[in-house]
């Protein structure tokens, strides 16, 4: 009787992994590219696409129960904010207004989030990693002001 209280008990608690209450952030995935040239290409792959793309790689404490919802949390969440996987599905405007965002952003060490940084230091982004991106947004949001949607 002990026993099967206890697995009873401990059943919610092995199944949280498998809840997933932010909706299906684990099975979206893109093999979309990223934008840019291939030096931006890789610093947003560094420190950009787990978060903010469909090419997420999810690490083994992901799978853990509760720390599971915290991270498809913050990935949902960032991909609502900007996901690289639809860069081409934004309009002129709003690619300006995330160009803008990343530029500053990046700049002001805002991107990637520290807690970001505290468990994946590869992510970190040197000065010259900031001025590239800054410099490939400015670029960009130059030549997005000469289209016509």
């Known amino acids: ?22 909706g299906p952030v684990r099975q979206e995935h893109s093999s979309a590219p990223l934008p840019g040239d ?11 696409q787990n978060c903010h793309s469909e090419r997420t790689e999810w690490p083994r404490y992901s799978y853990l129960p509760l720390v599971s919802w915290a991270l498809e949390k913050d990935v949902a969440e960032a991909r609502q ?6 860069w081409d599905q934004y309009s002129v ?18 991107m990637p989030l520290p807690r970001y940084l505290m468990l994946h230091p590869e992510a970190r982004l040197s000065d010259a990693d900031i ?19």
Request: glycine share 2%.
């Open 1 to 22: 009787m002990t026993t099967k209280l206890l697995l009873l008990a401990a059943f919610p608690v092995l199944a949280l992994p498998f809840v997933h209450p932010f």
């Open 93 to 110: 405007d709003d690619k300006k207004d995330l160009l803008a965002r990343i530029g500053t952003e990046v700049r002001n060490h805002q």
């Open 38 to 48: 291939a030096a931006v290409t890789a610093l947003l792959e560094r420190a950009c």
């Open 131 to 149: 001025q590239v991106i800054y410099e490939w947004t400015k670029a960009e949001r130059r030549a997005l002001r000469n289209t016509r949607e």
């Open 81 to 86: 904010n900007m996901n690289f996987s639809h």
